[in-house]
Structure formats: structure tokens, C-alpha cells
């Protein structure tokens, strides 16, 4: 059965990093797109980060971009998100997803599997 897990959240303050891994188990990561999305109380879920299959190409969120880094190992079958300089308003709750289709990379329909999430808090 094919299931994601995300791990690595927490408190952190202002300034601060965090890096998030997404595990999978039951399929390769591979061969599909990994996205970062978050919801924050009260919001919608938003699209942060893509890594596409086979690492062709690496997306962002505007509001992360220069802060935040995806990236892949195979070997662990495990997608990261490193983030730093970490801000207030980047509290909510991270989840990981895959697809093996396409389409814009934050399209959350898109995607076919989701991790259960983390919660991610920055504050002081």
C-alpha cells in the first residue's frame, strides 16, 4: 500500500530552520513529482515546493523562494525540504504529496497520494 509520512516539524524561532522529510513506503519516489503544500489555520491549502520525477526540474512559491530547498534521495526513497530564515507566517501545517501526472506543479488535484502532515510553528 503506497503511503507517505512527513517528519521533521516543530517550534522554531524567527530566523530559524527546520528540515521536513517526506518517506514513502509501497512505490518509488522517483518516478513521480513530490510537492510541499500547507495549510495555515483558517487558509486554503497552498502550493510551496515541487520536485519533479527524476529531478528534471525544482519549483517554488514566491513567498519561499530563496529560503526553502527541495530536494531527493533515491537511496532512502526520500524527498526533503530544507527551510530557512524562517518567518511567522510560514506556520501551518506541511504536507507531501505525489502525482504521476501533469499539470501546474501546485495544482493540489493533481496530486494522488498525501502524507498525514506536520505542523511547523515559527514564532517567538
Known amino acids: 500500500q503506497a503511503q507517505l509520512v512527513e517528519s521533521g516539524g516543530g517550534l522554531v524561532q524567527p530566523g530559524g530552520s527546520l528540515r521536513l522529510s517526506c518517506a514513502a513506503s509501497?512505490?518509488?519516489?522517483?518516478?513521480?513529482?513530490i510537492g510541499w503544500f500547507r495549510q495555515a489555520p483558517g487558509k486554503g491549502r497552498e502550493g510551496v515546493s515541487c520536485?519533479?520525477?527524476?529531478?528534471?526540474?525544482?519549483y517554488y512559491a514566491d513567498s519561499v523562494k530563496g529560503r526553502f530547498t527541495i530536494s531527493r534521495d533515491n537511496a532512502k526513497n526520500t524527498v526533503y525540504l530544507q527551510m530557512n530564515s524562517l518567518k511567522p507566517e510560514d506556520t501551518a501545517v506541511y504536507y507531501c504529496?505525489?502525482?504521476?501526472?501533469?499539470?501546474?506543479?501546485?495544482?493540489?488535484?493533481?496530486?494522488?497520494?498525501w502524507g498525514p502532515g506536520t505542523q511547523v510553528t515559527v514564532s517567538s
Open positions: 504529496a505525489a502525482r504521476s501526472g501533469s499539470s501546474g506543479w501546485d495544482m493540489i488535484s493533481s496530486y494522488n497520494y
Open positions: 509501497g512505490f518509488t519516489l522517483n518516478y513521480y513529482d
Open positions: 520536485i519533479s520525477s527524476h529531478n528534471r526540474r525544482t
